[in-house]
C-alpha cells in the first residue's frame, strides 16, 4: 500500500514538471537583430565647432547586449566600438569612444528601439563631454 502512494505521489509530480519541461515557455528577446543607419552632431574643440557624423551598425543578441561599430563620412573620426545595452522596454544605452584629431572622446548613447514584425527601428541621441548629436537605423529582426 505505502509503495502504491508512494507511486502515485511521483506520477502527479512528474505529470506536472515533464510538460512544463517540454513546453517552449521561453519568449524570445524582441528587440534581438541587427540595425544600420546614421548619426550626426558636432562637437566643440578649443571653441571651434567641428561636425560630425557618418554610418553605425548595431547587433543586439537575444539577451540585449548590443555592440556594433561606428564610422565617420568626413574621414574627421576613426572608426569607434559600440558597448549597448537594450532593455526588455527596448531602451538602449551605450557608450563609444572615438578618436578625433588624436583626442578620445567617450559619448554616451540613449534610444529606444522599436520592433514591427521582422522589422527593427532605433532612434536616439549621444552626448560627450564636446558636444552631442542624434541616430537613427532601421534593420530586422533575427529572433
Known amino acids: 500500500m505505502k509503495t502504491a502512494k508512494w507511486f502515485l505521489a511521483v506520477?502527479?509530480?512528474?505529470?506536472?514538471?515533464?510538460?512544463?519541461?517540454?513546453?517552449?515557455?521561453s519568449?524570445?528577446?524582441?528587440?534581438?537583430?541587427?540595425?544600420?543607419?546614421?548619426?550626426?552632431?558636432?562637437?566643440?574643440?578649443?571653441?571651434?565647432?567641428?561636425?560630425?557624423?557618418?554610418?553605425l551598425s548595431i547587433t543586439v543578441d537575444a539577451k540585449g547586449a548590443g555592440s556594433g561599430?561606428?564610422?565617420?563620412?568626413?574621414?574627421?573620426?576613426?572608426?569607434?566600438?559600440?558597448?549597448?545595452?537594450v532593455d526588455s522596454n527596448g531602451n538602449l544605452t551605450g557608450t563609444v569612444s572615438f578618436t578625433l584629431a588624436g583626442t578620445t572622446f567617450v559619448s554616451n548613447w540613449q534610444g529606444k528601439i522599436t520592433a514591427s514584425g521582422n522589422l527593427l527601428?532605433?532612434?536616439?541621441?549621444?552626448?560627450?563631454?564636446h558636444g552631442s548629436g542624434s541616430f537613427s537605423a532601421n534593420g530586422n529582426s533575427s529572433k
Open 69 to 85: 561599430t561606428v564610422s565617420s563620412s568626413n574621414g574627421g573620426a576613426a572608426p569607434a566600438t559600440m558597448t549597448a545595452q
Open 11 to 25: 506520477a502527479a509530480v512528474l505529470s506536472i514538471i515533464v510538460p512544463l519541461t517540454l513546453c517552449s515557455c
Open 121 to 129: 527601428s532605433i532612434q536616439g541621441t549621444w552626448t560627450s563631454q
Open 27 to 55: 519568449h524570445s528577446f524582441p528587440y534581438q537583430g541587427s540595425v544600420t543607419g546614421n548619426w550626426s552632431g558636432q562637437l566643440t574643440i578649443l571653441a571651434r565647432a567641428i561636425p560630425v557624423g557618418g554610418k
